[in-house]
């Protein structure tokens, strides 16, 4: 008895086993590739469908929808508040009879609850935040995402096409287009614009530069060494307080003087904004060897962090409050992080920033400008209705408008701002840029769900964000390096991607060897040594896709 | 006994004393310095004053962290998630560790081998995803964190290996009194089975105490998420501040970070490790008895 027992348990338990491996009626996601460059007949992912021409709800948000339509929505979001009062879902309801179920998960797990949702056919309908740094672009090519030509998307969302003139006209037709379109002619992720154009610059400490009579920011690489050597001599501070275990991060600040891009460590290619010349790989550069000399001198002399390569931020962090850290590349909108760090160490500790950008070309000065959309996009899965794709995309218009702009980034009238003498101030017991105290207007659903904070915000709350696009946006010696639009196939994608894995890591380690001193990029047999390296990694094939990738993308 | 007072045995004194002396100040640093972290102010942090004791004594930070009702939510649902899990654990390995060590029980090969494949492979996480979340419908379901994990082979042999060492006498001599499987089970060899017990039980339950990466994966609603992924947000909520300013996002919900943000993340350690601090006192006196059990296996 207990043995035929035995032996019906042993069978189910396999029976149970090979039942669970079989039938499985979830449903994958399309296997169709958007059309690549290399002209392959695959199909582009499931197209939008539907009547997309239908005209769009009417702006402001005044069309009255009969149905509910409701999206699951999977969103970045760090430590999740629990909202007091639901003003965006009560808006929503409102004004475009529609519910978001948003599950909120951490940026660096995106990636794997995105992956795993597809994988189950389970995917929301709706992304709020999706980057290639995440995967988008092979979620793409999976044919997760739905894709919109040029017409369907302005169809809309109508709003899209003036959302970027405060930086120029034609900019989401023109140049965003190009970027973000595929081959077939579509975006499948959408862009909103980024609350500034930019947000860095030099900053210094006016105090120090007082003390040791430096009248000027410095102009160029000499003036700025020849600071920094002055500052250690008569503070007995260091100067430079960076550190990264990647060493591109922190000399890429330094490389804008010689009119290289401030994002080194993503862009080993650019087209030079002042030439026009493209830079098929930059780190065997001789641009890059003066940056790389720049480097060794910078901490050869004492003028930097020592452990720059192994400390974490916080020892860094520690290190300035001690009263090191002069000058650097930052965010002048944390100036005031700062002066609190070293107000007890250093009293008179006065951080300020500058418009001067200092430079080898004095009339043609290379600044750090980001690209125009944020780096969240958004993207509806393909697997999204008509209907919820149309709703979604009228709030997003919505949110182009003044109405919206306003809603996303004071919130209501009454109980979130208030309008004093014509202004709109956000009122007291909220949190600002400006005032750390007080709850955030998260607690309240406002601030997150926006297309762009606005230029009225963005001059109230960060005033100094809106100097940095008068002084340094506007200023004519100024130029700005974007990035060049690189289409590649998936093969390209891949290759690039094996050879830079392994080329960006001989890349950190010998900038290690420079800036330590245990090799000299001045010594042309330790910079040919160098450059035998990164030939022997395939740096002339990658050469070769880049070139070709720039050629074909239509800069 | 008498004690040995050669000088060979003197200085292996000395190294035994001086290694354990410092195992334990290595160990023991970042657990005082984490705690006083989180009792300093944000100044001290921010200098790096703080070592063993705290700088600037204030809790702020736990203040903050009792007025998020976030975080008391996910220790709850983490108190949940572990006890339920636990209990689950130890039923089902406990049963089974205690049919495979019986030689009686037919087919005691097969399921062996059932037992221990698993141990070896594994489908990886999407073919596990689709079993729980398509097959099972477990998705955002607590289930889902406890059920695929019920029993751990290696836990599970550990168990086996010392009801095997238990002697067969005791069991005939139940049988002859008349008793059948199920009281043997529950009335001799489990109270006899304390020890190893409280050891598996101690691993199972640090296990899914410690446990944010299923949770992320199988949950779907911030309602039902355990302590460790809340605190694993906070932890990586500098990053992410880093990150929006990189990108050129306005932040405007900063105040946990403008505040004294190491110290709020330094008080979120301490509240999860807390719990397990308390329970390990009273279960040492088994865990020291239970852990060399598994160390002769088969």
Known sequence: MKKTLSILMAALICAGSLAGCSGNS??????????STGGSSSTAPASTGGDTSSAPAEQQGEASYDKEIELEILRRGDVPTEPTEHL???????????????TYVAGSDLSTKITTLYAAGMEPDFIWNVRPAWGSDAWTEAGYFRGFTQEEILNLIPGYEHLWDSQGEGIFKGYLWNYLSWSDGKIYTLPTARDTAGNMAWVYRKDVFDKCGITEFPSNPDEFLQACRTIKEKMNIVPLVDASDRPLFIISKWGQMWGLPDMLPDMPTFVNPVTGEFYDYVYDSDTYRELCKFAYSIVS??????????????QAKAYAALGNKALMYDYPAKLAEDNKLQKDNVPDVDWQWTDVVPSINPDKRSVKKDNYHSADMRAFASSATDEQVERMCAFMQWSTTEEG??????????????????????????????????VGLGTYQIGSSGMWKGSEYISTYTPVLAEWEEKILKNPKNVFVMPAIMKYTEEETSRVTELNTYLTDAVNKWLLLFMTGQKDPGNDADWNEYKAELESLNVKELREIYKTVYERSGN | MIADKSVSSKVMD??????????????????????SSSLSSANANDRGLVTIFPVEFNIDAYKGIFHMPTLTRAFKNSVIITAGGTAINMLFTTTYAYALSRKRLALRGIYTIIAMIPMYFSGGLIPSFLLISQTLHLYNSWWALILPGAINTSNMIIMRSFFVSLPAELEESAYLDGANDFVIFFKIMLPLSQAVMMTVGLYYLVG????????????????????????RQIVLLSASLDQAAYDGEIVTDSSLYFT?????????????????????????RFFVKGVMIGSVKG
């Open chain 1, 26 to 35: 979830s449903s994958t996601p399309s296997s169709s590739t958007p059309a």
């Open chain 1, 88 to 102: 965006l879902d009560e808006m929503l309801k409102e004004k475009f009879n529609m519910v978001w179920k948003n």
């Open chain 1, 301 to 314: 002399e004492g003028l930097m962090y020592p452990e720059f390569a192994t400390a974490t931020s916080d």
């Open chain 1, 405 to 438: 702009i306003t809603f996303h980034s004071f919130g209501v009238e009454g109980v979130t701002y208030d309008v004093v003498d014509g202004k709109k101030q956000i009122k007291d017991q909220f949190s600002t840029p400006l005032k750390a105290e007080g």
């Open chain 2, 14 to 35: 000395i190294i035994v004393y001086a290694t354990m002396i410092i195992v334990l100040v290595v160990t023991l640093y970042p657990v005082l310095y984490v705690i």
């Open chain 2, 208 to 231: 899914h105490w410690n446990s944010w990466f299923s949770a992320m994966v199988y949950l779907n609603e911030d309602e039902k998420m355990p302590l460790q992924y809340m605190l």
């Open chain 2, 260 to 284: 004294n943000y190491v110290a709020v993340k330094y008080a979120t350690l301490v509240f999860s490790m807390a719990p397990m601090m308390m329970i390990y006192p009273f279960i040492q």
